[in-house]
């Protein structure tokens, strides 16, 4: 409940008298240090105004009808009042003006609300815009900020006009030290909230970005990668269990295409097309971003799709699921002594720097391979791997102009 008070007062439009002498009579309500000036539809002459008093004097059938008039609209804002104390919402003068004159109030579009809206929206795009593990994320992420909601105000939702910086420096240290998030994906949590924050300025809900002065605090973050040596030692590796020679296969199939584990899972004949070049291609859909990939077949790529195609089965490589598939990829760093954590995002990694970056295919082709949305996103990640080949580069120059 809303414990400010509510001032009433009449006020005698003199400036706006008419050719009868008589001016209008308007009501001005204060709450909250917000006014609302408005007409009431009576008017007296100036001199018959008591403003101290809230009266038309003298006491006559005409002035007493107008004083009762003004009583019961007093009467009435006050009502109205009443009505949006005992309810559980925010309000303006504004809205107790609406509430007054019995037309609806404007109802205050709410974080969570929007945030649902977002994602309903979302959940019918999947397939076209969206994937079904970013609508996974972005609930994830409303269900976050509806704890904390909950933890901070005891409330179900919050109003976007009391939305200010404090609000997500409180959000972030309520998912650092409640939640116990990694930076990482406290990044990428307030990153999906800070998209509904731009629909609502899109929308006209906020005025003002509350991000504007939000410092994100970015982590260092070192790609992994099999290098040259390790990657000939997987090829070269026999394993007696079949299900570890599969997986095996499989990355390294990833290591010289960059697919994904989503799109390494779903690759069927139909994805395989003779290029422009008279070479096979790869040609489907990155469901991350929708985006449509093109990758050329590398003879080792190949190989391995002629190994485990069949006219039985509709997709050319084993089914497995991610989480056995970076279990069994564990047992093979160890037999083979490979001393990194591996995964199946590490083939990809893998492609981008040791297959691509290292025989020198630009930076763009790297992008237009890996299907980023965006090549600020691969240099990003990979700008240290660049900065490597550079200095290789430099020093065999030195080397050469050293032999002069």
Not at 188 to 205: D, L, M, P, V
Not at 302 to 308: A, G, L, P
Not at 333 to 358: E, P, S
């Amino acid at each position: 409940m809303n414990n400010s008070k509510l001032y009433i007062l009449f006020v005698l439009d003199k400036i706006n008298t008419n050719s009868k002498g008589v001016a209008p009579l308007r009501c001005r309500i204060t709450f909250q240090s917000k006014r609302k000036i408005f007409s009431i539809g009576i008017f007296i002459n100036p001199n018959n105004w008591n403003s101290k008093q809230q009266k038309v004097h003298p006491p006559n059938e005409i002035n007493n009808f107008i004083n009762i008039q003004i009583s019961l609209i007093k009467q009435k804002i006050n009502q109205a009042f009443l009505f949006l104390q005992i309810q559980e919402k925010n309000y303006e003068v504004e809205d107790i003006y609406l509430q007054y004159i019995g037309k609806p109030i404007k109802e205050d579009k709410t974080i969570l609300k929007l945030f649902q809206e977002h994602n309903d929206k979302m959940g019918k795009l999947i397939g076209k815009d969206y994937s079904i593990g970013t609508l996974w994320k972005f609930k994830q992420s409303f269900e976050l900020l509806k704890g904390f909601i909950k933890f901070q105000f005891n409330k179900n939702d919050y109003p976007f006009k009391n939305l200010d910086l404090q609000f997500i420096q409180d959000y972030e240290f309520f998912l650092k030290t409640e939640k116990n998030l990694a930076l990482a994906t406290i990044n990428k949590t307030i990153q999906r909230f800070r998209k509904i924050i731009k629909i609502a300025i899109s929308q006209g809900i906020l005025d003002k970005n509350p991000f504007s002065d939000y410092k994100v605090k970015h982590i260092k973050k070192q790609v992994i990668y099999l290098n040259t040596e390790e990657l000939s030692k997987l090829e070269n590796y026999h394993f007696k269990a079949v299900r570890l020679q599969q997986v095996a296969d499989m990355f390294i199939f990833c290591c010289y295409t960059g697919l994904a584990y989503q799109e390494m899972s779903t690759l069927e004949s139909k994805h395989i097309i003779k290029g422009f070049d008279g070479n096979k291609w790869i040609k489907m859909y990155r469901q991350k971003t929708q985006k449509e990939i093109s990758i050329p077949l590398l003879p080792k790529s190949t190989n391995i799709i002629e190994k485990y195609n069949s006219d039985v089965n509709t997709y050319l490589l084993p089914r497995i699921s991610n989480q056995k598939f970076n279990s069994y990829l564990k047992e093979i760093a160890d037999i083979i002594g490979i001393n990194k954590n591996l995964t199946h995002h590490i083939a990809r990694k893998t492609f981008a720097t040791t297959v691509l970056l290292y025989n020198d295919v630009p930076m763009e082709i790297v992008s237009e391979l890996l299907g980023h949305s965006k090549i600020t996103i691969t240099q990003e990640h990979y700008a240290k791997v660049v900065q490597k080949k550079v200095s290789e580069h430099i020093l065999k120059l030195k080397g050469k102009l050293n032999e002069k």
